[in-house]
């Protein structure tokens, strides 16, 4: 532990030694802050150049990125074998760290406040200056690159110079940014994602790139059921003239239904809910049973009163499906009181998914509960939001990432710095 | 409980924190801790109210993450008074606590019981709190940092106790805010597939990092001449980013189809 945290302060001036070194020359050894900045804005400067000449950085793919990710493991042991030297002692040093900051910072904040797109194959002519220099697709950018692959450098040298076992935090902090950047940066080009859509009740091991290229998977899924569960419809005024519904300050205008509360104002009426069927099938209009079919709909009886004529109104309204169009009730001549269509509250897909190597896994699939098989992982993606609950199809994304389990150690490692960095407070992370 | 309840909790808390002030200023801590608390205690049973009436966390729309804002930044700024005696620190975090309850009494917006598959996540409750309490630690360090600046330029050297206070709450506050990235990004690769993908509150999120990171590193090993004052503005910076993640980005014309607008 230290005495005093200003003792612990590298570079930090004595009052004698100020005047001295406030004449220092630049580029002296060790390089402090003037020299960090000038190096981390050349390596940005290579950056934008590099895009102007080159067009963005091609993707790194297996085996490169073991390479790559090697040679960064090498640099940090060669940073410990030589940490007495000046090159190791500068990689880990603050003032280049918040250079580095700044620099990631600063190219952040630009993405933040501009629109990215996708980066141009090549440079070309007609490119405006923005693009041309990356700046418009900047996770895919040179410049970004640079300033990426330096900050690991460093990251690299800080843990293996500056390590110390009384200093949890710092390590774990450090350690943990270095695994889940290497996973993130080098790993980037080895991820894949594809988007298949399977029919119910059927199989389908193909997939359909953006381009409209069709690629065979590995495996085959085969969809046995499809179900959505749904929250209880919210309804809207629609005007009978226009079609168009009634709005407040400009947001759409809408009742949600709710058994515990039944009452309520919408527009100029109160609402009241004398019943509700979140599943329901129409005798007539004005008969609505409940049911456990899934081509179901949902159903509510209200009673409506105008608060500027007085008049009351009531009857069914509900949602659609397939066969039959959503049934407002009408209210007087002027308005439809509406069901809109409902939000989802869980879809699930039953599965059988088969892989190349005759694994046989039978399961379902939701969102947040993907399936894991082999090397790939399959997430509930979407469904024909049209037809709701009678979506004849199920989308799926599906993800392969070699380097997970390194990003996930690093994020565990992160993780418990930051713990560490909250518990220990000021006094001992270090 | 429904939002109604609001109407008559928001003052009862407000009033309870208008005490509290009031016997800070007057210099008498524990009763200005414990009304502070009460004050605090009541938003928190309006939360865990409507917790139970929503049949889901209160943590979805901009009014419900408000409430959580007031309730740290109450709860916050009367435990660290507590311990350090700072009347600022409790008043300034009365007052923020105020200013969201009274724009939920205002301005309330339209609630809805809807929670979508991806928000329904063992990661959600985590991942807002720890969003909700850095932004309220940060704040508070935000706000040290400028009264440190002024104290330098008045008296020309800076106040001990300011000093450790801004170190621990950086140290606090950026550890909070990592927290809410990583089990953002836990949350996002469970969900989607992917761990980060350059949302642009995602984007903010990572700016807001770099300035409290900034401070961190700059306290280090300070530069020579202004370096002290030069770490004592990354803070401030840092809280108008953070307030750009939270409040600002859906505005921006980068933040087209984000994930995060509510
Ligand atoms: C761009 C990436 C980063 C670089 C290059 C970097 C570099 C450094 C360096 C050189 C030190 C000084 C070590 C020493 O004096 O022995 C340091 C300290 C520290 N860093 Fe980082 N760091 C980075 C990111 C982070 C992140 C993301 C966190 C936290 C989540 C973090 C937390 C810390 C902590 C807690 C200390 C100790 C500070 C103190 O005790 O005053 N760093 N870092």
């Keep these: 532990m230290i005495a005093s945290p200003e003792a612990c302060l590298e570079g930090a001036p004595s009052a004698s030694q100020a005047a001295s070194r406030s004449a220092r020359p630049m580029w002296r050894r060790p390089w402090g802050y003037p020299e960090s900045l000038v190096v981390v804005g050349a390596i940005l400067a290579g950056g934008l150049t590099a895009e102007w000449l080159l067009g963005p950085p091609p993707p790194l793919v297996w085996p490169g990125s073991l390479f790559a990710a090697l040679g960064l493991a090498a640099a940090a042991v060669a940073g410990w074998l030589g940490r007495r030297g000046r090159l190791a002692r500068f990689f880990s040093s603050t003032p280049l760290s918040v250079a580095l900051i700044s620099a990631v910072g600063l190219l952040s904040l630009l993405m933040g406040l501009t629109p990215q797109a996708v980066p141009y194959p090549s440079p070309s002519a007609t490119l405006g200056l923005g693009a041309k220099l990356g700046l418009n697709h900047l996770t895919a950018s040179w410049p970004l690159t640079a300033v990426y692959l330096t900050t690991l450098l460093s990251l690299g040298a800080v843990v293996t110079v500056r390590f110390s076992r009384r200093r949890p935090a710092f390590v774990l902090t450090h350690l943990g940014l270095w695994l889940l950047l290497v996973a993130a940066g080098v790993g980037a080009g080895d991820r894949a994602r594809e988007i298949m859509r399977v029919p119910e009740g059927g199989l389908e091991w193909r997939v359909m790139r953006s381009g409209g290229e069709i690629v065979e998977m590995p495996l085959a899924i085969r969809l046995d059921d499809f179900d959505l569960e749904e929250y209880p419809a919210r309804l809207a005024l629609i005007d009978h003239a226009t079609g168009q519904p009634q709005t407040a300050d400009g947001r759409l205008e809408l009742w949600q239904i709710d058994p515990l509360e039944p009452r309520g104002k919408l527009g100029d009426f109160d609402l009241e809910l004398l019943t509700f069927l979140p599943k329901a099938v129409s005798v007539d209009k004005d008969t609505y049973v409940q049911t456990v079919a899934s081509a179901a709909v949902q159903a509510a009886k209200l009673k409506a009163t105008s608060r500027s004529t007085g008049e009351s109104y009531e009857g069914w309204v509900s949602t659609g499906e397939s066969f039959r169009p959503p049934q407002p009730l009408k209210l007087g001549d002027g308005w439809l009181l509406a069901m809109t269509r409902p939000e989802p509250r869980r879809f699930v897909s039953k599965v059988k998914v088969f892989t190349q190597e005759g694994v046989e896994v039978e399961d379902t699939i939701e969102v947040n509960k993907p399936l894991k098989i082999g090397s790939w992982a399959i997430y509930q993606r979407d469904y024909d939001s049209g037809a709701g609950r009678s979506s004849s199809w199920s989308g799926f994304e599906l993800v392969k990432d070699p380097w997970l389990p390194m990003a996930n150690a690093g994020l565990a490692l992160l993780s418990a710095g930051s713990l560490a960095m909250i518990v220990t407070g000021r006094r001992r992370a270090g | ?262």
Excluded at chain 2, 184 to 199: F, L, M, N
Aim: net charge positive; aromatic share 12%.
């Design chain 2, 1 to 262: 409980m429904s939002w109604s309840w609001h109407g008559y909790l928001a003052p009862l808390s407000m009033a309870l924190w208008l005490l509290g002030v009031l016997m800070a200023i007057k210099k008498r801590p524990w009763l200005a801790f414990w009304l502070t608390l009460a004050g605090t205690l009541v938003t928190g049973l309006f939360i865990a109210g409507l917790w139970v009436r929503l049949e889901r966390p209160p943590m979805r729309t901009m009014g419900e993450t408000r409430l959580w804002y007031s309730f740290f930044l109450s709860g916050a700024g009367a435990l660290a008074y507590a311990r350090r005696r700072f009347a600022w620190l409790l008043i300034f975090g009365c007052l923020l606590a105020s200013v969201f309850a009274v724009i939920n009494v205002v301005k309330p917006e339209l609630h809805s019981k809807a929670l979508m598959p991806a928000l329904q996540s063992p990661f959600f409750i985590p991942h807002v709190t720890s969003y909700m309490l850095s932004y309220a630690v940060l704040a508070a360090s935000a706000l040290a940092s400028a009264l440190q600046l002024r104290k330098i330029s008045a008296a020309g050297v800076p106040d001990k106790s300011l000093d450790d206070f801004i170190d621990s709450s950086v140290r606090t506050g950026l550890g909070l805010l990592m927290l809410g990235l990583l089990t953002g990004a836990a949350w996002a690769k469970e969900a989607w597939g992917h761990y980060w993908s350059w949302d642009p509150k995602e984007t903010w999120a990572l700016v807001t990092a770099a300035a409290f990171l900034a401070y961190l590193h700059l306290r280090r090993s300070p530069p020579r001449g202004a370096g002290r004052r030069l770490a004592l503005l990354a803070p401030p910076l840092g809280l108008v980013m953070l307030m750009i993640t939270w409040l600002g980005v859906s505005y921006l014309p980068a933040a087209m189809g984000s994930v995060h607008i509510y």
